[in-house]
């Protein structure tokens, strides 16, 4: 099989979204934290009446209807998460309702967990499904989606939610890079959900922010090690047309280019700067020697080289913030709804041959840097398929922008009043959310019912 990737995207947000400024003043944080300081605009939220399964159900009916793909298409579907509702019971098996007329449940794979890297393992476990001998040429489906919050206090900016789902086979016009990975996985206490009665996180801010830094180094140099044998020359940020990372906030992102730019500089002892940027490096020759480790916090390093990096920031990765600073974290889809942002912001016909890095990174923690080559495939994605096309792919995203748009502002007194219902209702039995489908989007699945032994029922607006 050949070029096993994307073949169609799909991403959904919640219709209420809050104003970060607005937040910032209600939370009484200094101003401009989070809008300067963490680089974020708005953030979505849902009410009682969503949750993980309605948000991956609402993604993928959206997804097969406008790809026009029938359900018996399907061989593998893979979910990627961290909003557990059930301890036992997988986010995909509620997703099988949707294959019920279909009657296809002949369909591989269960839920993949850890942190924001769950979607990413999803994806993984799918190109490796369609290389593999179990492969019976039906299309995989993968699916990634979060509500993210915090408790009251200076994380709660950084929350978010949504979902992505993404059609995979073969002659993709989105192409995993073969045998180009780099990966990280360590044990640490960064973030991690050890009460299952409550939705939220224990967050230490700092130790996470250092744990995502210190998985980029590790991952970039060895996806480096391993581009470097195949082009036979050093591989840097510069061969990276576009670089899209998991978002927690948009200044992360930045300080993350930055990051990448530190590791090209020390790697390269001869005085290495891409001669187009020569001269916003040539100032900082005093680094050349400083070990990547020690770095990591040293706020003197991380200014001078985010201002270095400005340009490369803007030229590579500013556009894959659309979704992230607007609609915030959205964990295991975060890093796909930032690729959504690149296919949406920049002219189709400059996206062609463009090579895409993709960095993921889940707490606890799990981080994989891998990439993808942009094509125009002319043979068909699977012989029971039709062609899919980088052209079909963009047009079916067109309404993401007006979407965007079109959501509704809620005060920050509201967005608390949501959260503290979710409180109330989390992990309850017998009751009908409260919440009003006024806001949902036509189309929308929302959880209407959980009888008295837990069982939940979804109905589509
Ligand atoms: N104007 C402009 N900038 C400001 C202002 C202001 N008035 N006030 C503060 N800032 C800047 C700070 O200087 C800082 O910028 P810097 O990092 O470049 O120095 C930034 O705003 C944030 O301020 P902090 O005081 O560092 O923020 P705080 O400690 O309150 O919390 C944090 C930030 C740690 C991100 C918190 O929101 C959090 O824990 N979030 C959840 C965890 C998270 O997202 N971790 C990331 C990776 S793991 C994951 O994906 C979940």
Same mark, same amino acid.
């Given at each position: 099989v050949e070029n096993v990737g994307i073949l169609a995207i799909e991403v959904y947000f919640p219709n209420t979204y809050v104003d970060q400024s607005a937040l910032e003043h209600y939370d009484k944080a200094p101003k401009g934290k989070y809008t300067i300081g963490l680089g974020q605009k708005e953030m979505g939220f849902c009410d009682d009446n969503e949750d993980v399964v309605s948000l991956?159900?609402?993604?993928?009916?959206?997804? /097969?209807?406008? !790809?026009?793909?029938?359900?018996t298409n399907i061989g593998r579907l893979e979910v990627g998460t961290e909003t557990l509702i059930d301890k036992s019971k997988s986010v995909k098996s509620c997703l099988m309702q949707l294959f019920e007329e279909s009657g296809n449940f002949d369909v591989e794979g269960v839920d993949s967990i850890n942190a924001c890297y769950g979607g990413t393992n999803a994806l993984f476990n799918a190109i490796a499904w369609v290389e593999s001998s179990a492969w019976d040429g039906r299309l995989a489906l993968v699916v990634c989606g979060d509500i993210a919050v915090y408790a009251k206090g200076n994380a709660r900016c950084t929350g978010g939610a949504g979902s992505v789902a993404m059609l995979i086979g073969v002659n993709a016009p989105l192409v995993l890079d073969p045998?180009?990975?780099?990966?990280?996985?360590?044990?640490? %206490? &960064?973030?991690?959900?050890p009460e299952f009665t409550s939705e939220y996180p224990y967050v &230490?801010?700092?130790?996470?922010?250092?744990?995502?830094?210190?998985?980029?180094?590790?991952?970039?140099?060895?996806?480096?090690?391993?581009?470097?044998?195949?082009?036979?020359?050093?591989?840097t940020l510069e061969n990276f047309d576009y670089m899209v990372f998991h978002s927690p %906030?948009?200044?992360?992102?930045?300080?993350?280019?930055?990051? /990448?730019?530190? !590791?090209?500089?020390?790697? !390269?002892?001869?005085?290495? %700067?891409?001669?187009k940027y020569s001269t916003a490096f040539k100032s900082l020759s005093q680094f050349r020697n400083v070990s990547l480790d020690e770095s990591i916090g040293d706020r003197n390093i991380e200014k001078s080289f985010m201002a270095a990096s400005t340009e490369l920031f803007q030229q590579k990765t500013l556009q894959s913030l659309l979704l992230p600073s607007r609609v915030g974290n959205m964990y295991t889809s975060s890093l796909y709804s930032s690729l959504v942002s690149i296919l949406i912001s920049v002219p189709?016909?400059?996206?062609?041959? *463009? *090579?895409?890095?993709?960095?993921? %990174?889940?707490?606890?923690?799990?981080?994989?840097?891998?990439?993808?080559?942009?094509m125009n495939p002319t043979y068909s994605a699977s012989p029971k398929a039709r062609d899919f096309r980088l052209g079909?792919?963009?047009? !079916?995203?067109? &309404?993401?922008k007006t979407q965007l748009d079109n959501r509704k502002c809620f005060e920050p007194s509201e967005f608390t009043k949501a959260l503290e219902r979710r409180e109330t209702t989390h992990c309850r039995a017998n009751y009908t959310p409260g919440s009003?489908?006024?806001?949902?989007?036509?189309?929308?699945?929302?959880?209407?019912?959980? &009888?008295?032994?837990?069982? *939940?029922?979804?109905?589509?607006?």
């Open positions: 991956c159900l609402t993604v993928v009916a959206q997804l /097969m209807e406008k !790809n026009k793909i029938s359900y045998g180009l990975r780099g990966t990280c996985i360590k044990h640490a %206490y &960064d973030f991690y959900k &230490d801010g700092p130790l996470s922010v250092c744990s995502y830094l210190t998985a980029l180094d590790a991952c970039y140099s060895i996806f480096c090690q391993k581009a470097e044998k195949s082009i036979g020359k050093p591989f %906030y948009c200044k992360l992102v930045q300080k993350s280019v930055a990051r /990448m730019a530190l !590791n090209d500089f020390i790697k !390269n002892k001869t005085g290495y %700067y891409p001669e189709s016909e400059e996206l062609i041959n *463009r *090579r895409i890095g993709m960095f993921a %990174y889940g707490s606890g923690f799990a981080a994989s840097m891998f990439s993808i080559t942009i079909d792919i963009i047009s !079916n995203l067109k &309404d993401v009003s489908i006024e806001h949902l989007r036509p189309g929308t699945f929302y959880l209407s019912l959980v &009888d008295e032994k837990y069982r *939940r029922s979804y109905t589509r607006k």
